[in-house]
């Protein structure tokens, strides 16, 4: 029997990579007029100058065969400065074409046209020729013409020139000399059928051009890449659902780098947490906002990234009970929160607006008793990662150390304890990934993720992550796992971080 294959591979997940690659790579490809602005080891991406303009989620993973997938959420209007070129460029094809069919259509008429007028030529010369001929044998006053078909060229002369004749069936007197003045004013049509077949020409010449254009078009249409907003959003889409279904493909792994930070806003005061739903389906990008760290009651639930980026479009749930600290967390449509001055969970349902249940946390530490090492009421933190929820915080009895708990999120139960042993007043903050409690050693500039505690071994180790803390104090730190992102709250401003996670895949099936 023999070893199974393993295949290692990292998935670098959402938001700040592709924020990178979309500020470096994409403006090149559609014509964003993207700035990137640089402080230190930190990006500030503006990729347009209105927050509902842009892009408002990215996402990124590496597939098993090495290729990276990287996709976006785009606005639901075009800014795209390209778009804009392209738009003009499929209506001025469009007004081409139609003129071209236009001057088929003319043409064809012409045509027929011209040889209806081709034919009254050469009968309007011979009738001038006959009448030339028959001068001599005319009476000079008059004569009467009989019945058609009595004589064979009188009768084409009659059937040609019937309108013109001020007299009706059956018979006809012109003078023999004011049919020749009438031939003789029609002698200058000969001049204007010259000049009606030169522009006949003219048309024919127009439409080659007319075509010859719609091809020039068309051959700058295809080295422009020029792809319509309507396209462009549907191979984003396409792009994400490939992501999604390759992301849910991966298991969970070891956090191996932190990028650079990526600023969504600057709101509210020093402390504070935003979040999104980790439970929510993709489509449902709504943003809660709790501002300060203790007695508030105000969360703010908006829309859409968008609308939080710009602060629009939002509704307010005044909780029944003020909360405690920044370690707020929103699941499967509920927030969890610490009660203010308790240790009870609470469990708020945002639809019903009402408590669904609390529940005390057995011995755990609250109103500063142990907070992280930044104060703000911080004793306890709620967490949700891949495996489910989870609670952060500390006891009397384990001596001032972090404990993880894992809840169930009905009945806020304890399902299961570790002591991890590491002293919760030096972290600076904390977070979850797949079972992995990661801890960063300072709240201030010069973080970094300094200690792992894996539950499903019940083992830990020290770590050197680098974690760049732009703004210089952290007072809320959390995992999103359907995003594959990092949340913080950095002296009033709301920031994003990718993570990368490197993974041991075994593949099934190989011999």
């Known amino acids: 029997m023999s070893v199974p294959l393993l295949k290692i591979g990292a998935v670098l997940s959402t938001m700040a990579m592709v924020t990178n690659w979309m500020s470096q790579t994409l403006p090149s490809l559609v014509g964003l007029n993207g700035t990137v602005s640089r402080a230190g080891a930190s990006e500030k991406i503006t990729l347009f100058q209105s927050p509902e303009e842009g892009w408002q989620l990215y996402t990124s993973a590496q597939a098993p065969d090495g290729k990276c997938i990287c996709t976006a959420v785009i606005p639901a209007q075009s800014t795209c400065s390209r778009d804009g070129r392209s738009r003009e460029l499929r209506q001025l094809m469009e007004k081409v074409q139609n003129v071209s069919q236009s001057m088929e259509v003319l043409e064809l008429r012409t045509y027929r046209d011209l040889q209806y007028v081709r034919g009254m030529e050469t009968l309007m010369r011979s009738l001038d020729a006959r009448l030339r001929a028959a001068d001599g044998s005319l009476s000079a006053k008059s004569f009467q013409v009989g019945p058609p078909g009595s004589r064979p060229e009188v009768k084409r ?52 051009d007319v075509r010859n254009l719609s091809g020039s078009l068309a051959t700058i249409q295809e080295e422009m890449g020029a792809y319509g907003y309507e396209d462009l959003q549907q191979r984003v889409m396409a792009l994400e659902a490939r992501l999604h279904a390759c992301a849910q493909k991966l298991g969970c792994g070891k956090l191996t780098g932190v990028s650079n930070p990526i600023t969504v806003r600057a709101m509210g005061s020093r402390f504070g947490s935003w979040m999104t739903d980790t439970m929510a389906p993709s489509a449902d990008s709504r943003v809660w906002y709790m501002d300060g760290y203790y007695k508030g009651r105000r969360v703010l639930e908006f829309r859409t990234l968008g609308d939080f980026i710009k602060g629009q479009n939002f509704i307010q749930h005044l909780l029944p009970q003020p909360w405690a600290g920044t370690g707020h967390v929103v699941y499967n449509g509920s927030l969890f929160y610490n009660k203010y001055q308790s240790n009870v969970v609470v469990k708020y349902h945002f639809r019903s607006r009402s408590v669904l249940v609390q529940r005390s946390l057995p011995g755990a530490g609250y109103n500063n008793t142990f907070p992280y090492s930044w104060g703000g009421f911080s004793d306890m933190d709620f967490m949700v990662d891949e495996s489910g ?107 994003l971080y990718n993570v990368t996670l490197f993974h041991v895949i075994s593949t099934s099936g190989d011999p």
Not at 404 to 414: I, N, Q
Not at 440 to 463: C, I, M, P, Q, R
């Open 157 to 208: 002369m009659i059937g040609i020139w019937y309108p013109l004749v001020p007299t009706a069936w059956p018979w006809f007197h012109l003078d023999a000399q004011e049919l020749k003045d009438r031939m003789t004013e029609l002698l200058p049509l000969s001049s204007v059928l010259e000049q009606y077949k030169a522009d006949t020409r003219t048309i024919v010449r127009l439409r080659e």
């Open 389 to 495: 929820l989870w609670a952060v915080y500390t006891t009397n009895q384990n001596a001032g150390n972090i404990v993880v708990s894992r809840l169930d999120p009905h009945t806020l139960e304890v399902m299961r304890s570790w002591d991890t042993g590491y002293p919760k007043r030096s972290a600076g903050e904390a977070f979850m990934i797949c079972g992995v409690l990661y801890v960063t050693n300072s709240h201030l500039a010069g973080a970094k993720v300094y200690f792992a505690y894996f539950t499903n071994t019940s083992s830990y180790e020290y770590t050197d992550v680098p974690f760049h803390n732009q703004y210089s104090h952290i007072s809320m730190l959390d995992y999103n796992p359907r995003e594959r992102a990092l949340y913080t709250w950095n002296n009033g401003h709301q920031v």
